[in-house]
């Protein structure tokens, strides 16, 4: 297991590593090749500026979860945003999101992932993330509201990436999402690819599924539609009753080694979350690596551990950072390795909760 003074560059490394097999893979389109060389440069200077502020006592990380809103146009089964938010009502305003944005931005935090709800049904989110380019944004989307016009802009605005959320095929995924849902899905990516834009995928891997959709068949046809980038993110039970989605053991394990593969030798990006965190010698969350803001300002570990002892409504992200609660799992990380559901901090939701009462 690596020193906590290791796993920083570690990660870092796995980011660069990352945009680096993304230059590759899209050197034969002149606009994604320059745009991914100055990412990467990009990400290379955030690097150094996270640095120097871990040497003035400023933990930062690299990564940001932002759930934008709460709002959704579908109702998918076991939906963690449904599980845990609460109404729109207190969402951030566009104003405050832009400035918080803005100082992750001066923080040297160089990911943002947008997530919901669906982040599309607030019309500002593209125009906020599109004044940000030294910042990538892959905005996760069940892509029910992509049309031309954000396609056309999206064309425009290479640091949003837009990653279309499935479950398998037509079954799996109208079965979660809804009737009628992956054909739309496969329409929206025909239109991305008609527009040239480099796009992903993100898949809720479940013991029902996971023969189905790590499958080199369902890849194939998914990077035949036009997919570059595919998420395969774990199911984590946050609904009672649904601990038999869960990955067994074999699964999970088998999952690196299909991933690995897949990487090697096929022209995608491929990235499991929360992935291989034992490497990094524990839990990322709570800023060790990455951080997730909700959509009413509140900053807490992670999208799946919804605890919070400070709000960006109240103070700055640099200071939030710092908070206790967030401070206690970091240094705590080392013992946050546990693995059945995918997120340690939810299956020891209890200690955390015992942390904002003491």
Known sequence: MPQDHDYVELFNAAIRRLFRNALHLCFRDPSLAVFFFRTLRRQKRAARLRSALADQGVHVPAFMIASVTNRCNLRCQGCYAQAHHRPSSGEMSGEKLRAVLGEARQLGISLVLLAGGEPLTR???LDIAGDFPEIVFPLFTNGLLLDQEKAAWLRRRRNVVPVLSLEGH???TDQRRGRGVYDQLLAKMALLRRHGIFFGTSITLTRRNFATVTGEEFVGELLRAGARL???????????????????????AKAQAVLAAYQSRLPGLFIALPGDEEKYGGCLAAGRGFIHLSPEGRLEPCPFA????????????REALNSELLR???????????????????AKRDWVQSLLSS
């Open 230 to 252: 595919f998420f395969f993110v774990e199911y984590v039970p946050v609904q009672e009753g649904t601990e038999d989605l869960v990955l067994t053991e074999e699964q999970r």
């Open 328 to 346: 206690a799992i970091r240094e705590n990380g080392h013992q946050l390795t546990e693995t059945r559901g995918g997120c340690a901090l939810w």
């Open 170 to 172: 037509a079954a799996e």
């Open 306 to 317: 919804p605890f919070s002892d400070v709000s960006l409504q109240e103070m700055s992200l």
């Open 123 to 125: 019309p500002e989110i």
